[in-house]
């Protein structure tokens, strides 16, 4: 398994961006699809994003298409999630997910195999 370790999380007023980052262990990050879930209380966790491994395709949850983009540095052996336009509904736990090859379902979380510990955002009203 990768290790990820998340980081970037906090507290931003309605409206506001947020930019978080996941560093991946291991010397074979450029294979692996990638996913960001997030988990707000009392909810289950939700598909927040994926990209492909060379970053040149990111899918989005209907919630957050048109404000979150997904994006990769490989020769960083990170992900990243720019959140903009944030809401008060975005507060959640959001975690970084790897899927290395061969590859599940990036739309399940049972198609990741590996996950960070989670970063926390809260959106103030």
């Known amino acids: 398994q990768v290790q990820l370790v998340e980081s970037g999380g906090g507290l931003v007023q309605a409206g506001g961006s947020l930019r978080l980052s996941c560093a991946a262990s291991g010397r074979t990050f450029s294979t692996y699809n990638m996913g960001w879930w997030r988990k707000a209380p009392g909810k289950e966790r939700e598909f927040v994003a994926a990209i492909t491994p060379t970053g040149s395709i990111a899918y989005y949850g209907d919630s957050v298409k048109g404000r979150f983009t997904f994006s990769r540095d490989n020769s960083r052996n990170t992900v990243y999630l720019q959140m903009n336009s944030l809401k008060p509904e975005d507060t959640a736990v959001y975690y970084c997910?790897?899927?290395?090859?061969?590859?599940?379902?990036?739309?399940?979380?049972?198609?990741?195999?590996?996950w960070g510990q989670g970063t926390q955002v809260t959106v103030s009203s």
């Open positions: 997910a790897a899927d290395p090859p061969p590859y599940g379902s990036r739309w399940q979380e049972s198609g990741y195999d590996s």
